[in-house]
């Protein structure tokens, strides 16, 4: 299975190029895609309902603002959604962060940190492993290296 990245603008992309990263470290597969709830509802709609048959196991959508995107995909399907808040020079992020988690019972959306593209991909590929072992080794070997960083740190 692989993941989808959207993002509500190419100007969120220098965000979640994070998620890209962590996803290419883990050497899962992914397609990403410029996508917005406002400006491109009817596409929106043919994206998220074609993902399931086109392999996606987890949509991770960033969006800023008025921040929609994780939430209209959310309705849209039964697939894990994972909100990634822009920050905005307007509100700091705020804004994104609050347009996304208060989301109505019954359509969830699981939102990460106000630019949290890199957790969006590591929850992402949390969510794979468990139907892929090889995944699992992979995030220990993951979570020792960290561990190890703090432990040979020297001040
Ligand atoms: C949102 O509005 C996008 O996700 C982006 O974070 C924000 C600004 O978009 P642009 O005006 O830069 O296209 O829809």
């Given at each position: 299975m692989?993941?989808?990245?959207?993002?509500?603008?190419?100007s969120d992309?220098?965000?979640?190029?994070?998620?890209?990263?962590?996803?290419s470290a883990?050497?899962?597969?992914?397609?990403?895609?410029?996508?917005?709830?406002?400006?491109?509802?009817?596409?929106m709609y043919?994206?998220?309902?074609?993902?399931r048959?086109?392999?996606?196991g987890?949509i991770i959508?960033?969006?800023g603002?008025a921040?929609?995107?994780a939430?209209?995909?959310?309705g849209?399907?039964?697939l894990?959604v994972?909100a990634?808040?822009?920050?905005t020079k307007?509100?700091?992020?705020?804004?994104?962060?609050?347009s996304m988690v208060?989301?109505p019972?019954?359509?969830?959306?699981?939102t990460?940190?106000?630019?949290?593209a890199?957790?969006?991909?590591?929850?992402a590929?949390e969510i794979l492993?468990?139907?892929?072992?090889?995944?699992t080794e992979?995030?220990?070997?993951?979570?020792?290296?960290?561990?190890?960083?703090i432990?040979?740190t020297?001040?």
């Amino acid at each position: 299975m692989k993941v989808s990245i959207i993002m509500g603008s190419v100007s969120d992309y220098d965000v979640m190029s994070g998620a890209e990263q962590i996803l290419s470290a883990f050497g899962v597969d992914f397609e990403k895609k410029v996508i917005s709830a406002h400006r491109t509802p009817d596409l929106m709609y043919e994206y998220v309902k074609g993902a399931r048959d086109r392999g996606v196991g987890v949509i991770i959508a960033g969006a800023g603002g008025a921040a929609h995107l994780a939430g209209v995909a959310a309705g849209l399907t039964t697939l894990p959604v994972i909100a990634v808040p822009m920050q905005t020079k307007s509100l700091g992020g705020l804004d994104s962060l609050l347009s996304m988690v208060q989301m109505p019972t019954g359509i969830p959306v699981a939102t990460v940190a106000i630019g949290g593209a890199k957790n969006a991909a590591i929850l992402a590929v949390e969510i794979l492993a468990l139907s892929c072992p090889s995944l699992t080794e992979k995030l220990d070997e993951y979570r020792r290296q960290q561990a190890d960083k703090i432990i040979n740190t020297t001040i």
